[in-house]
């Protein structure tokens, strides 16, 4: 009787490794927050008569957002000038009154005593018209107050008060306003990343953010990938001992109005110059206790493991060393894979970064 046909060697999927040019990037969690972010509280005391803007809504800037009641300010400020008036027309006589006794001085018709007299109550009237001067300024700054304007463009919050309450100065606060035409993301950098963007930027490979342009990527929650540019504007003076990390800043244009303060990003930026480097599918790697491994596919379709040191993960391809450009190695089917053992490769098409394509199922018989 004639023995059973050896079965087939199993099949998997292979892709070459590649070489491409590569460039890093680090990426971060960042908090949305508004360059200018003001608290409008009032600056003199008084009943508030009239609140003129419509709650979160865009405000330009130098717009009208309260009235406190006038009456009393505009009272000081006719106070102010009847005083002004007064103190010139004291300056005016004092000035005629020392123009007489200096004529008489030819005469010996006046004491030097009372020309002295004289004298110093002419400096006195111009010093009293400075101080009613400065009155009258101080009055009318506290008239022009009780119209409190929008000091930046941005979106308004609501009105913390109705019409007809007492404000008093600075307290409370009003309304906030945020502007909105450019946002912060905040982010923070561990120390061994600080470290080794210090090295980079020592050795010339990267620009400092500190003294030059460099471009930074944003996505929010709900986006794919990092679709808004910006770049990195501030980098702090020292790291946190607490959390062992260093705060950096990037600005984003937002005249769209589509980022909101206190939102959560993802921020990305480069991370290491442009190198050389060889690249194997991610899923590609494997764990054999404490190290990772691919499975090739050598001499007669044999698999041979082989260890690896990883690196950065760029869109699904994994940068590793240990691996040589164009060999094979297995994606798909590792399961089937035995060191040693010989399989049957099928070869899988790639995409334009270099990224296996799975192969297509195949199709049930027709019956």
Request: hydrophobic share 40%.
């Given at each position: ?22 460039q890093e990037f680090e990426e971060f969690t960042a908090r949305l927050e508004a360059p200018d972010t003001v608290e409008v509280r009032a600056r003199v005391a008084g ?7 419509t709650e979160g809504q865009q405000v330009a800037k130098g717009a009208m957002l309260f009235t406190i009641d006038p009456r009393p300010f505009a009272a000081d400020v ?55 001067e400065a009155a009258l300024v101080q009055a009318r700054l506290n008239l022009d107050f009780t119209r409190i304007r929008a000091p930046v463009a941005g979106r308004i ?211």
């Open positions: 009787m004639s023995q059973p046909a050896a079965p087939p060697p199993p099949a998997v999927s292979v892709a070459p490794a590649i070489q491409r040019e590569v009943a508030l008569e009239q609140v003129h803007f006719a106070r102010a000038e009847a005083q002004l008036a007064a103190a010139r027309n004291q300056a005016e006589l004092s000035s005629s009154e020392l123009a007489r006794a200096e004529k008489l001085t030819s005469i010996q018709g006046v004491s030097q005593q009372e020309l002295d007299q004289l004298r110093a109550g002419v400096r006195n009237s111009r010093s009293n018209i400075q101080s009613a919050s609501r009105a913390q008060l109705t019409p007809g309450n007492l404000v008093g100065v600075g307290s409370p606060v009003l309304t906030t306003l945020v502007s909105q035409d450019r946002v912060f993301a905040y982010f923070d950098a561990s120390e061994a990343t600080y470290l080794k963007y210090l090295h980079l930027v020592r050795s010339g490979t990267l620009a400092s953010p500190r003294t030059a342009t460099v471009q930074a990527w944003m996505g929010l929650a709900d986006e794919t990938g990092f679709p808004h540019q910006g770049r990195i504007d501030f980098v702090d003076n020292r790291l946190n001992p607490a959390t062992g990390s260093i705060r950096g800043r990037a600005v984003f244009d937002n005249r769209e109005g589509r980022f909101t303060p206190g939102l959560f990003a993802r921020v990305k930026v480069v991370g290491s110059g442009k190198y050389q480097a060889t690249l194997v599918a991610d899923r590609a790697i494997g764990t054999d206790q404490t190290r990772k491994v691919v499975m090739l596919v050598g001499k007669d379709n044999v698999v041979q493991p082989r260890e690896v040191q990883p690196g950065a993960l760029m869109d699904g391809m994994r940068v590793v060393q240990g691996v040589k450009p164009g060999e094979l190695v297995i994606v798909d089917g590792l399961q089937r894979a035995q060191p040693g053992a010989p399989v049957t490769p099928q070869v899988l098409k790639t995409d334009d970064k270099g990224l296996p394509i799975p192969a297509a199922p195949a199709s049930a018989p027709q019956r």
